[in-house]
């Protein structure tokens, strides 16, 4: 399983931005797909996840702003964040699983590169 992310970039406090995870195979359909950051000096920490029968999970931090889709045909998920803070700085990475967790980081199997996430005040 390869996943490509994608989207990152810098924005002002209050905009937007679309991440991507691009996933080879079947893997959209078939594991539970995850959105991870890990800010400077922080550990990685979970963010939102889509479930293989697309049940969604947030961080409380970002509930209500961040949305977790998918589109199977392109076998892509997508991290659409609105009303970015300063403090969603951080470089955000895809993983996928297989064994049924979702926010549960050590037990993801495969892992994008990252994608960095500037978020200006």
């Known amino acids: 399983v390869q996943l490509q992310a994608s989207g990152g970039g810098l924005v002002q406090a209050g905009g937007s931005l679309r991440l991507s995870c691009a996933a080879s195979?079947?893997?959209?359909?078939?594991?539970?797909m995850g959105w991870f950051r890990q800010a400077p000096g922080k550990e990685r920490e979970f963010v939102a996840a889509?479930?293989?029968?697309?049940?969604?999970y947030y961080a409380d931090s970002v509930k209500g702003r961040f949305t977790i889709s998918r589109d199977i045909a392109k076998n892509t998920v997508y991290l659409q964040m609105n009303n970015l803070k300063p403090e969603d700085t951080a470089v955000y990475y895809c993983?996928?699983?297989?064994?049924?967790?979702?926010?549960?980081?050590?037990?993801?199997?495969?892992w994008g590169q990252g994608t960095q996430v500037t978020v200006s005040s």
């Open positions: 195979g079947r893997t959209v359909r078939t594991y539970n």
């Open positions: 993983a996928a699983d297989r064994s049924g967790t979702t926010t549960t980081q050590v037990l993801y199997d495969y």
């Open positions: 889509v479930t293989w029968s697309g049940g969604t």
